[in-house]
């Protein structure tokens, strides 16, 4: 000790002690000191080692604020950042411990990978996307994506996500110069976009870019947390995660003034020492967790590869962290159990049974599971995902969720289209949660065994029929947009039938409509599995009541793609005894009981048993197009007029009050 402070002296002596940063290093679990541990201030490059009483001492370049790298090997790194020259610092150091995701990848380094979900139908979970109206609809001239949680305040549900312009040729990624908007809706489906809520600042650490926001609130106060980018760096690497505050949805948003989490030291071989991407926050043990996805790149620590060498074979191995804190706005401290997961992607956790429930998208040996921990880090796998949705953003009820996957009932993700400039664009998305029914029946109907096709698209330049679908002997292909096939269909087993299809498609913007006799069941939307023969089933919205009979099953290719899918067969499932008389019916936000009439009708219908509030009526005719658009404002007269459409079956769709109604007419 005597030593230490004649060298403090001659130090002080030579460049004056405001240049010195001065204190001791000690265990956290029993507070004594620590030696050998090295202190680095990362601006002037200088670093020591603590001698055996845990004291160090750091001469800085000058008297800027600097950042105070202290690590020690089997310890969690500490950085403290905007630190001044001083004396008497006392930091303590954490042991790492071994996550249970840590000690399951130890095993997978060793048996190749090999990770099964287990079949449990409590857990699993599978989705369906659907595009979204009003200003939130797709359009290539903006992009939207990364969507937050979707919350409800007084009957309004909001959301917030990155926003940019398509054509900004400065740009570097879609997330880069993106600011962050809002919309609101009464219904989920059709959203008005209110403008900005957080936008990039002039300068400092969100000077490039603010994206990839996820929304919190706490006791009357509303928190938006956000990756922020002060320079293009940012955009790919070392990111921070801002954050701002309001006493309303609606704002305004306050800014704190610095980041509340950065990446770890970048010579370290931690999972995130590149960026920090994906901030989720949820209370959970009266502390508030902050997810986020951590990203690695090693060329500073050894040259090795820039997905720091994942096991499995993978290319890219992105993992989760959480940083812990008593109060919302900070301060952050990262958890000694980090990393809590051996694949990540974008972050999507819920509160559930008092526990943490998440989702496990791609980049990782356990991508498309759902898992659980009771103490928030500590995740088992309980199921799987299909048709994943691509940075879901999830609806968060205001009850507490009863079952595993409540939390994750529907929501809003983005998708990304490569066909406008080298970024392409994104548009919001709407998913849900498709629930297994249990199948009473079925009738199944083989895809080449069509009795009609025909289309509007001639592809006999590319080897195809010309107008409508081939016969492939086991399935049908070449199925461009328009392209319709029908089938005669017998019901002998009277009840609520959806329709399922075997289906498989490497394109986006595909779709698959069903009419039984001219009625319009179902349209839904086709997964991009990347193949045109790896099929998969794709299970109807919409069901409809059947009596026992002779039908004509229409399959219509209504995506807007030149090249739809290629189909192997068409299951009609019966999920339910009848229920009286034919009507479409969606989810359990359906509300049954509407009627048109007169019906048929020539000139005038009128919708009776609609609640007397404001609607968004949509007319469709048998195609699926939208002929009419009306909005019917609450008190008044719930008639419109059809002389000008032709004569056919129609399907009218209201949208208002929180649910969405159906019932059809026919004009003669």
């Given amino acids: 000790m005597k030593y230490f402070f004649c060298f403090s002296l001659l130090v002080n002596f030579l460049y004056g002690s405001a240049q010195l940063f001065e204190g001791i290093i ?5 507070n004594s000191p620590m030696e050998g541990v090295k202190v680095s201030l990362l601006e002037d490059q200088v670093n020591t080692l603590t001698n055996a009483s845990g004291e160090f001492s750091l001469t800085a370049v000058n008297n800027n604020a600097k950042t105070l790298v202290v690590e020690y090997n089997g310890y969690m790194i500490e950085q403290l950042y905007k630190q001044t020259p001083q004396s008497g610092l006392v930091i303590q150091l954490r042991q790492k411990v071994a996550s249970a995701a840590s000690l399951r990848q ?43 949680s979707v919350i409800e305040v007084e009957g309004t549900y909001y959301v917030w ?22 919309a609101t809706s009464t219904d989920g489906f059709e959203w008005t976009e209110q403008g900005a809520a957080v936008v990039r600042g002039n300068s400092g650490y969100d000077a490039r870019s603010v994206f990839t926001t996820e929304i919190f609130v706490n006791n009357g106060t509303y928190y938006l947390v956000y990756q922020a980018a002060a320079d293009a760096d940012g955009i790919y690497n070392r990111n921070v995660v801002g954050m701002s505050y309001a006493s309303s949805p609606n704002g305004p948003w306050t800014k704190l003034a610095e980041p509340v989490l950065y990446p770890s030291y970048t010579n370290s ?61 900070g301060p952050y401290v990262k958890s000694e159990y980090n990393p809590i997961t051996n694949t990540g992607h974008e972050v999507s956790v819920w509160n559930y049974n008092g526990g943490v429930a998440i989702l496990q998208h791609q980049d990782g040996p356990e991508a498309m599971t759902i898992q659980y921990a009771e103490d928030g880090v500590n995740f088992e796998i309980m199921g799987s995902i299909t048709n994943f949705p691509e940075a879901p953003g999830l609806f968060r009820p205001n009850t507490p969720s009863s079952l595993p996957i409540d939390g994750v009932k529907w929501g809003l993700c983005h998708v990304l289209n490569w066909n406008y400039g080298p970024q392409g664009w994104m548009n919001l998305r709407r998913f849900d949660l498709v629930a297994e029914e249990p199948v009473i029946s079925f009738v199944k109907i083989e895809a080449e065994d069509f009795t009609n096709t025909g289309g509007t698209f001639n592809d006999a330049s590319s080897g ?8 492939a002997g086991t399935a049908i292909s070449y199925v461009n947009s328009q392209d319709w096939v029908e089938y005669d269909l017998e ?69 807007t793609n030149d090249w739809q ?65 009306i909005l019917m404002k609450q008190h008044s007269i719930k008639s419109f007029d059809i002389s000008e459409l032709p004569s056919g079956v129609y399907t009218l769709l209201l949208i208002g009050d929180q649910n969405r109604q159906v019932s059809r007419f026919t004009k003669m």
Avoid at 592 to 613: C, F, H, L, W
């Fill in 464 to 471: 195809g029929p010309g107008y409508g679908v081939r016969d």
């Fill in 565 to 629: 899918w290629n189909m192997d067969y068409i299951r009609l499932i019966k999920i339910a005894e009848p229920g009286g008389e034919s009507a479409l019916v969606q989810s359990e936000d359906m509300v049954p009981g509407i009627k048109v009439y007169p019906n048929p009708a020539s000139e005038q219908v009128t919708i009776r048993g609609i609640p007397d509030v404001d609607y968004n009526l949509h007319v469709f005719n048998v195609q699926g197009v939208e002929v009419k658009n």
């Fill in 269 to 329: 071989l931690l999972f995130d020492n590149n960026a920090v991407h994906d901030p989720c926050i949820i209370a959970f043990n009266s502390k508030y967790y902050l997810f986020y996805k951590g990203e690695c790149n090693c060329m500073g620590a050894g040259g090795c590869s820039r997905w720091c060498n994942p096991s499995c074979g993978l290319q890219k191995q992105v993992k989760w962290g959480v940083a812990i804190a008593d109060s919302p706005t």
């Fill in 106 to 148: 130890t095993t997978y380094n060793s048996t190749g990978c090999s990770v099964t979900a287990p079949n449990n139908p409590d857990w699993n979970v599978s989705f369906r996307q659907s595009n979204l109206t009003g200003d939130l609809a797709p359009d290539n001239f903006y992009t939207r994506r990364d969507p937050s």
């Fill in 161 to 182: 996500y990155s926003y940019s312009e398509t054509i900004d040729a400065t740009k570097l990624a879609p997330w880069d110069r993106n600011d962050i908007y809002y």
């Fill in 491 to 559: 019901i002998t087993d009277p009840g609520v039938y959806k329709i399922q299809y075997a289906i498989s498609t490497p394109s986006d913007n595909a779709e698959v409509s069903a009419y039984i006799d001219g009625e319009l069941l179902s349209t839904d939307e086709v997964n991009n599995n990347g193949s045109w023969g790896s099929y998969e089933t794709l299970t109807s919205l919409r069901s409809l009541s059947l009596q026992a009979g002779t039908y004509t099953l229409r399959i219509v290719a209504s995506g």
């Fill in 26 to 30: 000690t265990n956290s679990q029993d």
